[in-house]
Structures are given as C-alpha cells and as structure tokens.
C-alpha cells in the first residue's frame, strides 16, 4: 500500500498531465474532465487502485461541493429575470422529458426501480460548469440566448438532485434521522426553512459577512453535513449554503477566489477518482455498452425536447433555440457526482456505473462541440445579417 505522499504526487501529477494535455486538445472542445477521468481510469488499473485513495474520498468531494455552492450563489431572484417564462418551461421540459424514458430502461434493461430513477436523475442534470465557460469565452453570456441558458442550468439541476433523493430511498438507502419520531428530510426542510429565516434576520440587524476563507469553509462544509445528516444529500446541503451566503450578501472578491482555489485544486482530483472506480473488465462488457448507448440517445433526445420551450416570442426577442438546447446536452459534473453517490451507495453495479460515465462523456464532448459550432454561427449572423 503506497504512503500517503506516494498517493498524493502520484494524483496531483495525474492531474498536470492531463491539464497539459487539455490545452493541446482544446480546438476539438475536449474539457479537461474528459481527460482527467482517462487519466483517472488508467491509473486504477495500473499502478494505484481506487482503494488506496478511498480514505480520501472525502477530501477530493469537496471540489464538487463548493460547485455545487457556487451554483447556490447563482440562484437569486435575478436568474428569472431574463425571460421568466420561458426559463420555467425549459426547465420543465428538462425534468419531465427524462421521465418518458423509465419504462423503456427499466424494461428493456431489467433495472431495478432504484437503478432506473438514478438514471432518470442523470438524464435530468446539465453541466452547467462546462457550458457556462464555453459562453463566457464565446462571449454569449449577455446575450439573450445565454442569460436565457443561464438561468435554465442554475435550476435545471434542483429537480435533478431531487430525483437522486428518491432514487437512494427507493433502493433502501438510510435518509438520515435513524431513531427520530421524525424523518430526517422533514428535520432538514425545517432546518433549511429556520436557517433562511435567521440568515434574513441577520442581515437586517448586522453587519458583519463571512468573507475570510476559514468562514466560507465552515458554511460550505457545515450545510453540507446537514444535507448528508438529514438524507436530502451533502450536494442538497452546499446547494443551500450557497443559498443562504447569497442572501445574506451578493457574493464578494474575497469569497470568490476562496471558492476559485477549492475547485482548481479538489474538482481535478475528484474526476480522477471517478476514472479510478471504472474497472477496465466493465469495459468489455456488452450489457454496459448497449446501455450506454441507449442512454446517450434518451439524453439527446430529452434535451432536444427542451427546444419547445423556446416559443416564437422568445426567438422574436432574439433569443436561439438551438444554441440553448445544445448548452444543455452536456451532463458533466452532476452526471458524473449522481452517478459515483449511487456506486458508493449500492444503488447500481460498477457495469451501469461505467455505462453512466461514458454518457456523461460523450454528451460532455457532444454538447460542448455542438454548443462552440452554434455560438460561431450566431456571431457570424450578427455580424453579416444578409
């Protein structure tokens, strides 16, 4: 068993190279998570498996954590402002779309009740990271068909983590409040509800914020624990905490390079510790392609559905349908998170387990390139009308 020096060098040099790498293949809108899962799966194949760095699962989670508390920032009253409507519709559709699909998996496949609604959840999620970034260097965040995807992928993913819930209590997996007269997720709904309450007492009557790093970690890790501990989930709780931080003040300087330095260091290491849980012997098995395959379909199809959310008054005012639904095929880190809970739970076997990664990747890839291909097109639109 390598010591834990080995297994961090052996990690973090993981991680350069497939960020070296990133940057060479970044024409073909390869994301470096792309990379960082192959580097991931080679090394748990080779020289150090997945067991050796299970003590520090827990460490490489809280990359995914603070995104998902980052994506909490977001979630103010402003994300509907930019076309209200049109935003619920999508979202939706996004939601509701996927459902179509429980039968054709859990009878074509054989899933168990579980196992189908955690794939649902993971049709359900957007990479709402991936795309993001794509818009912000294709320079289509102010447009209105980018503060429209904004909004949609800020709240795409509350119905999506919802259906994880249900997906782990199905397949029996303890919510928390093991002992209470009351379930845990109503301890945790009134958890939230009272904390809400208190975060907009306190910004009424005080002026201190938690802006140092050390309070930002301990709201992050602190809501978190709660999410874990009521069973609505610990990605639940970071959600919240992201929430309450926005509530109590728009997000500062200070509080954004705190969470900046927390995903640039942890997020890279959690995608590799995704690769390194997909045995190479899944790889040869038929039963994960097909299914793989199938879901890569259902997860086009779903996303294209969102495009009747787009009405013509929502193109009239400028807004492009289809850069919209392409900035929603890409899964990414919630598909990939929902997934890797769920084999740690039990919930499905290491063959859906792969079958799941390799549609988050390829819909990764897909949608980004697709996404990149339509933002060209709509500039050079702009540009030259005729």
């Not at 294709?138 to 997906?167: E, F, N």
């Not at 959310?309 to 880190?333: E, K």
Request: glycine residues 10%; charged residues 10%.
């Amino acid at each position: 068993m390598p010591t834990l020096l080995t297994t961090l060098l052996v990690l973090l040099t993981g991680v350069l190279a497939a960020r070296v790498s990133a940057g060479r293949l970044v024409a073909w809108a390869v994301p470096a998570i792309v990379l960082e899962l192959a580097v991931g799966f080679i090394l748990g194949n080779t020289v150090l498996p997945f067991e050796a760095i299970r003590p520090l699962s827990g460490i490489t989670e809280l990359g995914v954590l603070t995104l998902f508390f980052q994506v909490g920032l977001e979630v103010r009253g402003d994300v509907l402002s930019a076309r209200r409507n049109a935003v619920l519709r999508t979202v939706a559709l996004s939601f509701l779309a996927p459902l179509l699909a429980y039968l054709p998996l859990s009878q074509g496949f054989g899933l168990a009740r579980s196992e189908t609604l955690l794939c649902l959840a993971v049709l359900s999620a957007t990479g709402t990271g991936v795309t993001l970034r794509v818009l912000a260097l294709g320079q289509g965040l102010q447009t209105p068909s980018g503060r429209l995807l904004v909004g949609v992928s800020v709240l795409d993913d509350l119905p999506a983590i919802a259906l994880l819930s249900v997906a782990m209590a199905s397949a029996g997996v303890p919510m928390g409040g093991a002992g209470l007269a009351v379930p845990g997720p109503l301890l945790g709904l009134a958890a939230a509800a009272v904390s809400y309450w208190a975060v907009g007492l306190w910004a009424r009557h005080r002026r201190e914020r938690p802006t140092a790093p050390l309070s930002i970690l301990l709201v992050l890790i602190g809501s978190s624990w709660l999410g874990e501990a009521s069973g609505l989930t610990s990605l639940l709780g970071a959600l919240w905490g992201g929430v309450l931080l926005a509530r109590l003040s728009p997000p500062q300087a200070e509080v954004n390079r705190t969470l900046a330095v927390l995903s640039d260091v942890f997020l890279p290491l959690y995608f590799i510790s995704v690769g390194m849980r997909i045995p190479a012997a899944t790889l040869l098995d038929p039963q994960a392609w097909s299914l793989a395959a199938a879901l890569v379909g259902m997860a086009v199809l779903t996303k294209l559905l969102c495009g009747l959310g787009i009405t013509a008054a929502d193109r009239a005012a400028g807004v492009d349908r289809w850069l919209v639904v392409f900035g929603l095929i890409p899964r990414g880190l919630p598909g990939l998170v929902f997934a890797t809970t769920a084999l740690g739970a039990g919930v499905i076997n290491a063959s859906q387990f792969s079958a799941l990664v390799i549609m988050v990747t390829l819909t990764t890839v897909l949608g980004l390139l697709l996404l990149e291909r339509r933002l060209a097109f709509v500039r050079r639109a702009a540009e030259n009308p005729s």
